[in-house]
């Protein structure tokens, strides 16, 4: 058993069922020009944190421990994107249009690849999603079970959107969920404060949070 010093209270676990999951560390949110820029967002924050987040993946890789990838991304053919989610709001692009990394948030498309740095290694898994969290719609489940995962360290973007909902959803499903407080990141610095609360409040509610010295000390 391993221990990660973490808020509420320390973090225990088994190595045999921990994994890390990196949630939509893609360009179409941290570089100019894709979906998060459509939105209005300064993407500059989200970009700073791509070294912590390199640093766990490796702790990870390094450890013998799973890693899985995810991205927010649609079918071509939109058929899997609500007109809801393509018309709410008045984005500078919505999703499908053509912008400077191609289609906006659209599998296979530049902006919806993982940013360079942390490009998943050979049999990394890679989940793409349709909805904000990582369950619906997806082999996501699945996933973790074929692992026997019952332990999650959650990094990626953005802190109470995606990673949020996926941390919550997961909860709801029984796994433990521990959030890497500096390998996570917002558009809005109160909102990522707020949801790391919202998370470790309560006896942890949602569940843990930890910074990813934290983590790495205890793989
Ligand atoms: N807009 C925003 O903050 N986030 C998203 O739309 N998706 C993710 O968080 N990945």
Redesign the pocket.
């Known amino acids: 058993m391993g221990v990660i010093r973490a808020e509420p209270f320390d973090f225990s676990f088994d190595p045999a069922t921990l994994g890390l999951v990196v ?2 560390m893609q360009r179409d ?1 941290v570089e100019p020009g894709g ?2 820029a459509s ?1 209005g ?1 300064d993407v500059a924050l989200l970009q700073a944190i791509i070294p912590t987040v390199q640093a766990l993946i490796g702790g990870f890789r390094a450890a013998g421990l799973p890693v899985i990838h995810t991205r ?1 991304c649609h079918r071509p053919d939109l058929s899997d994107l609500p007109p809801a989610k393509r018309d709410r709001g008045a984005p500078a692009l919505r999703i499908g249009d053509e912008g400077p990394m191609g289609r906006i948030l659209i599998a296979g498309e530049p902006g919806a690849d993982i940013v360079p740095e942390l490009a998943p290694a050979p049999g990394e898994p890679v989940i793409d999603k349709p909805g ?1 969290g990582a369950f619906y719609g997806t082999e996501f489940a699945q996933v973790l079970a074929d692992r026997n995962l019952r332990q999650l360290v959650f990094a ?3 802190t ?4 949020q909902t996926t941390m919550r959803e997961a909860n709801d499903r029984g796994f433990d969920g521990l959030l890497a407080t500096d390998a996570t990141e ?2 809005f610095p109160e909102f990522k404060q707020a949801a790391i609360r919202m998370i470790i409040a309560q006896g942890g509610i949602v569940g843990w949070a930890a910074p990813t010295a934290h983590v790495l000390e205890a793989l």
Do not use: P
């Open positions: 949630i939509d949110f979906f998060g939105l967002n927010e904000k990626g973007v953005t109470e959107v995606c990673v917002s558009y």
